[in-house]
Nanobody
């Protein structure tokens, strides 16, 4: 599975960005998709995940109410709409995928076998 993330950039605090991640190499609807982020000097952390059909979605507490994950199985793409951005959202954002649902561990890196290259999001104050 190959994942190609895009949509990052520089935005002012309070602004919005939409990240996209296109998958190839496997039937997209068979993949659980997730977004993680890594700020300088910090561990990579979970942001959001969406099950195969989009029936179940989970968010990190830090982004709940501001970020929205969605998927378009016809376009093999998962999105992360980020609103009300804060400087602390600055990070490299990675999309991730796996064929299996991580159940209680959906927020861990180990639950995702495939990773994209990352896209930089910078939020200025």
């Amino acid at each position: 599975v190959q994942l190609q993330a895009s949509g990052g950039g520089l935005v002012q605090a309070g602004g919005s960005l939409r990240l996209s991640c296109r998958a190839s190499g496997r039937t997209f609807s068979s993949l659980v998709m997730g977004w993680f982020r890594q700020a300088p000097g910090k561990e990579r952390e979970f942001v959001a995940t969406i099950k195969w059909s989009g029936s179940s979605i989970y968010y990190a507490d830090s982004v709940k109410g501001r970020f929205t994950i969605s998927r378009d199985n016809a376009k093999n793409t998962v999105y992360l709409q980020m609103n009300s951005l804060k400087p602390e959202d600055t990070a490299v954002y990675y999309c991730a995928a796996d064929s299996k649902w991580g159940a209680s561990y959906y927020y861990t890196r180990q639950s995702y076998a495939y990773w994209g290259q990352g896209t930089q999001v910078t939020v200025s104050s």
